[in-house]
Nanobody
Framework: QVQLVESGGGLVQAGGSLRLSCAASLRAFSIIDMGWFRQAPGEEREFVAAISRSGLSTRYADSVKGRFTISRDNGRNTVDLQMNSLKPEDTAVYYC?????????????????WGQGTQVTVSS
């Protein structure tokens, strides 16, 4: 079954860290760009970070640049999101997604497979 499963969310104080992981049951994972998005209550889903198939190129939203790091392990079919210096405004459900095109897109329209999401809550 083709699926993405996120883990690692939780409750953390402002300034703390969390590491999210996404396990992908995908054929040819190593030739697919991957992304992380998030959605806060009442808000639209927004781009957080993306990584190229090789892992050599990354892209970040301005709001997380310098604090979050996306990485992947093509041998284990996983993509991680290390989140440091967390802020209350980072509170959201975080989703892993598979890109349909190899350009690390930032639009949700360019992703065609999504995980169920994992909740991240940052307290002030």
């Amino acid at each position: 079954q083709v699926q993405l499963v996120e883990s690692g969310g939780g409750l953390v104080q402002a300034g703390g860290s969390l590491r999210l992981s996404c396990a992908a049951s995908l054929r040819a994972f190593s030739i697919i760009d991957m992304g992380w998005f998030r959605q806060a209550p009442g808000e639209e889903r927004e781009f957080v970070a993306a990584i190229s198939r090789s892992g050599l190129s990354t892209r970040y939203a301005d709001s997380v640049k310098g604090r979050f790091t996306i990485s992947r392990d093509n041998g284990r079919n996983t993509v991680d999101l290390q989140m440091n210096s967390l802020k209350p405004e980072d509170t959201a459900v975080y989703y892993c997604a598979k890109s349909r095109i190899p350009v690390m897109p930032t639009s949700t329209l360019q992703y065609d497979l999504w995980g169920q999401g994992t909740q991240v809550t940052v307290s002030s």
